[in-house]
Protein backbone atom coordinates (compact mmCIF):
# COMPACT_ATOMS: atom_id res chain seq x y z
CA UNK A 1 0.00 0.00 0.00
CA UNK A 2 2.93 2.26 0.74
CA UNK A 3 4.81 1.52 -1.58
CA UNK A 4 8.69 0.65 0.19
CA UNK A 5 7.52 2.70 3.28
CA UNK A 6 7.20 6.30 4.00
CA UNK A 7 8.87 8.72 1.89
CA UNK A 8 10.83 11.43 3.25
CA UNK A 9 9.12 14.94 3.41
CA UNK A 10 5.80 13.39 3.31
CA UNK A 11 3.21 13.76 6.01
CA UNK A 12 0.42 10.47 6.32
CA UNK A 13 -2.62 10.34 7.91
CA UNK A 14 -4.18 7.30 9.04
CA UNK A 15 -7.32 7.88 10.63
CA UNK A 16 -10.19 5.49 11.97
CA UNK A 17 -12.45 4.24 15.41
CA UNK A 18 -11.36 3.27 18.31
CA UNK A 19 -9.42 -0.34 17.68
CA UNK A 20 -8.56 0.03 14.28
CA UNK A 21 -4.38 -0.23 15.27
CA UNK A 22 -3.86 3.14 14.81
CA UNK A 23 -1.30 3.27 17.70
CA UNK A 24 0.04 -0.30 16.84
CA UNK A 25 0.90 0.78 13.35
CA UNK A 26 2.71 3.71 14.63
CA UNK A 27 5.17 1.50 17.28
CA UNK A 28 5.34 -0.56 14.05
CA UNK A 29 6.41 2.14 11.97
CA UNK A 30 8.96 3.05 14.90
CA UNK A 31 10.30 -0.52 15.38
CA UNK A 32 10.90 -0.64 11.19
CA UNK A 33 12.41 2.72 11.34
CA UNK A 34 15.09 1.66 14.20
CA UNK A 35 15.88 -1.30 12.46
CA UNK A 36 17.39 0.80 9.57
CA UNK A 37 19.07 2.59 12.24
CA UNK A 38 17.13 5.73 12.43
CA UNK A 39 15.66 7.37 14.86
CA UNK A 40 11.67 8.08 15.65
CA UNK A 41 9.94 11.13 17.94
CA UNK A 42 7.02 9.49 18.75
CA UNK A 43 4.22 12.36 20.46
CA UNK A 44 2.19 11.03 22.67
CA UNK A 45 -0.42 13.19 24.24
CA UNK A 46 -2.86 10.65 25.04
CA UNK A 47 -0.75 8.53 26.60
CA UNK A 48 -1.04 5.54 24.85
CA UNK A 49 2.72 4.43 23.97
CA UNK A 50 3.09 0.97 25.50
CA UNK A 51 6.41 -0.27 25.85
CA UNK A 52 4.76 -4.23 25.98
CA UNK A 53 3.20 -3.31 22.84
CA UNK A 54 6.49 -2.02 22.06
CA UNK A 55 8.34 -5.28 23.43
CA UNK A 56 6.43 -7.79 21.48
CA UNK A 57 6.74 -5.84 18.15
CA UNK A 58 10.35 -6.02 18.26
CA UNK A 59 11.05 -9.07 19.87
CA UNK A 60 14.50 -10.48 20.38
CA UNK A 61 15.50 -6.14 18.94
CA UNK A 62 14.18 -4.50 21.63
CA UNK A 63 17.23 -3.11 23.36
CA UNK A 64 18.86 -2.21 20.10
CA UNK A 65 15.58 -0.44 19.24
CA UNK A 66 13.93 1.20 22.51
CA UNK A 67 17.09 3.61 22.35
CA UNK A 68 16.05 4.96 19.15
CA UNK A 69 12.40 6.05 19.80
CA UNK A 70 11.99 9.72 21.94
CA UNK A 71 8.57 9.49 23.67
CA UNK A 72 7.18 13.26 23.82
CA UNK A 73 3.98 13.81 25.81
CA UNK A 74 2.70 17.34 25.94
CA UNK A 75 -0.36 17.89 28.65
CA UNK A 76 -1.67 20.09 26.54
CA UNK A 77 -2.34 21.94 22.66
CA UNK A 78 -0.37 24.94 23.77
CA UNK A 79 2.54 22.33 25.30
CA UNK A 80 1.57 20.37 21.79
CA UNK A 81 2.33 24.26 19.90
CA UNK A 82 5.27 25.05 21.72
CA UNK A 83 7.20 21.50 21.01
CA UNK A 84 5.82 21.50 17.03
CA UNK A 85 7.69 25.49 17.11
CA UNK A 86 11.33 23.76 18.43
CA UNK A 87 10.49 20.45 15.74
CA UNK A 88 13.70 21.77 13.75
CA UNK A 89 16.17 21.41 16.83
CA UNK A 90 15.01 17.65 17.21
CA UNK A 91 15.47 16.53 13.51
CA UNK A 92 18.72 16.69 13.18
CA UNK A 93 20.99 13.19 12.51
CA UNK A 94 19.66 10.32 12.07
CA UNK A 95 15.57 11.37 13.08
CA UNK A 96 13.66 9.81 10.15
CA UNK A 97 10.26 9.90 11.31
CA UNK A 98 8.05 11.81 13.30
CA UNK A 99 4.26 10.46 15.02
CA UNK A 100 1.62 12.23 16.21
CA UNK A 101 -0.07 9.85 18.38
CA UNK A 102 -2.84 11.84 18.28
CA UNK A 103 -2.35 15.15 15.99
CA UNK A 104 -5.99 16.06 17.47
CA UNK A 105 -6.63 14.75 20.79
CA UNK A 106 -5.64 17.98 22.94
CA UNK A 107 -7.23 20.01 20.19
CA UNK A 108 -10.52 18.27 20.68
CA UNK A 109 -10.01 18.43 24.45
CA UNK A 110 -9.96 22.09 23.93
CA UNK A 111 -13.36 22.85 21.45
CA UNK A 112 -15.83 24.92 23.29
CA UNK A 113 -17.66 28.30 21.41
CA UNK A 114 -16.80 29.47 18.07
CA UNK A 115 -14.90 31.55 18.55
CA UNK A 116 -12.81 29.47 20.70
CA UNK A 117 -12.90 26.89 18.07
CA UNK A 118 -11.87 29.50 15.42
CA UNK A 119 -8.68 30.19 17.43
CA UNK A 120 -8.17 26.35 17.71
CA UNK A 121 -8.01 25.46 14.33
CA UNK A 122 -6.06 28.54 13.10
CA UNK A 123 -3.36 27.05 15.53
CA UNK A 124 -4.09 23.44 14.78
CA UNK A 125 -3.78 24.79 10.71
CA UNK A 126 -0.14 26.37 11.77
CA UNK A 127 1.16 23.62 13.59
CA UNK A 128 0.92 21.64 10.77
CA UNK A 129 2.10 23.99 8.54
CA UNK A 130 5.24 23.71 10.67
CA UNK A 131 5.16 20.15 10.84
CA UNK A 132 5.08 20.12 6.88
CA UNK A 133 7.98 22.77 6.50
CA UNK A 134 10.00 21.12 9.22
CA UNK A 135 9.82 17.69 7.30
CA UNK A 136 10.95 19.07 3.96
CA UNK A 137 14.40 18.29 3.25
CA UNK A 138 15.00 16.97 6.51
CA UNK A 139 15.01 13.30 5.44
CA UNK A 140 12.39 12.75 8.03
CA UNK A 141 8.66 11.39 7.18
CA UNK A 142 5.90 12.35 9.45
CA UNK A 143 3.05 10.02 10.47
CA UNK A 144 -0.06 11.63 12.15
CA UNK A 145 -3.23 9.41 13.73
CA UNK A 146 -6.61 10.81 13.96
CA UNK A 147 -10.19 10.80 15.99
CA UNK A 148 -13.07 10.37 13.79
CA UNK A 149 -16.57 12.03 14.13
CA UNK A 150 -19.77 11.56 12.26
CA UNK A 151 -19.94 13.57 8.79
CA UNK A 152 -22.69 15.87 9.66
CA UNK A 153 -23.75 16.75 5.91
CA UNK A 154 -26.91 16.02 4.20
CA UNK A 155 -27.54 13.10 1.72
CA UNK A 156 -24.61 10.86 3.54
CA UNK A 157 -24.48 7.43 5.05
CA UNK A 158 -25.33 8.00 8.71
CA UNK A 159 -22.48 5.45 9.30
CA UNK A 160 -20.08 7.66 7.70
CA UNK A 161 -17.25 9.12 9.47
CA UNK A 162 -14.37 11.64 8.87
CA UNK A 163 -11.63 12.65 10.91
CA UNK A 164 -11.80 15.40 13.56
CA UNK A 165 -10.69 18.69 11.91
CA UNK A 166 -11.08 16.74 8.40
CA UNK A 167 -10.29 19.86 6.31
CA UNK A 168 -7.08 21.11 7.66
CA UNK A 169 -5.77 17.40 7.98
CA UNK A 170 -6.81 16.89 4.34
CA UNK A 171 -4.92 20.07 3.54
CA UNK A 172 -1.86 19.20 4.69
CA UNK A 173 -1.51 16.00 4.40
CA UNK A 174 0.28 14.51 1.15
CA UNK A 175 -1.49 11.03 2.04
CA UNK A 176 -4.35 9.98 3.71
CA UNK A 177 -5.50 6.45 4.83
CA UNK A 178 -8.22 5.29 6.64
CA UNK A 179 -8.43 2.13 8.72
CA UNK A 180 -11.93 0.27 9.80
CA UNK A 181 -12.86 -2.37 11.79
CA UNK A 182 -14.10 -5.84 9.54
CA UNK A 183 -16.57 -8.43 10.14
CA UNK A 184 -13.76 -10.06 10.93
CA UNK A 185 -12.02 -10.28 14.71
CA UNK A 186 -8.58 -8.32 14.84
CA UNK A 187 -9.12 -8.12 10.96
CA UNK A 188 -8.97 -4.34 9.95
CA UNK A 189 -8.98 -2.62 6.46
CA UNK A 190 -7.23 -0.16 4.84
CA UNK A 191 -8.03 2.45 1.76
CA UNK A 192 -6.25 5.03 0.58
CA UNK A 193 -8.18 8.28 0.18
CA UNK A 194 -6.03 10.64 -0.84
CA UNK A 195 -2.17 10.09 -2.39
CA UNK A 196 0.20 9.64 -5.09
CA UNK A 197 -0.95 6.45 -6.31
CA UNK A 198 -4.55 6.24 -5.15
CA UNK A 199 -6.49 3.73 -6.19
CA UNK A 200 -9.94 3.72 -6.01
CA UNK A 201 -11.26 0.92 -5.45
CA UNK A 202 -8.91 -0.69 -3.43
CA UNK A 203 -9.07 -2.18 -0.20
CA UNK A 204 -6.23 -4.00 1.87
CA UNK A 205 -7.03 -6.40 4.57
CA UNK A 206 -4.86 -5.92 7.35
CA UNK A 207 -4.38 -8.46 10.44
CA UNK A 208 -3.59 -7.29 13.79
CA UNK A 209 -1.55 -9.54 16.11
CA UNK A 210 1.20 -9.66 18.99
CA UNK A 211 3.87 -8.63 16.19
CA UNK A 212 1.98 -5.82 15.00
CA UNK A 213 0.22 -5.51 11.93
CA UNK A 214 0.44 -7.80 8.71
CA UNK A 215 -1.12 -7.61 5.17
CA UNK A 216 -3.90 -10.05 4.19
CA UNK A 217 -5.10 -9.84 0.46
CA UNK A 218 -6.07 -6.67 -1.48
CA UNK A 219 -9.66 -6.33 -2.80
CA UNK A 220 -9.82 -4.49 -5.94
Known amino acids: ML ?7 LMYLFYGEAGTGKTTLAIQLAVNAAMMNLKSIFVDPESSFSTERLSQISGSHLNKI ?17 FVDHLHEYLTGRVGLIIFDTITSLYRLELGSKAESFVLNRELNRQLAFI ?3 IKGSGAAAMLTAQVRRQL ?3 VDPEAVEPVATRILNYWSDVVIRLKRSSKSGVIQASIEKGFKRRESSVINLKICEKGIRGLEVRG
Open 3 to 9: DGGLKPG
Open 132 to 134: ADA
Open 153 to 155: SEN
Open 66 to 82: SPLILIIQPESFEMQGY
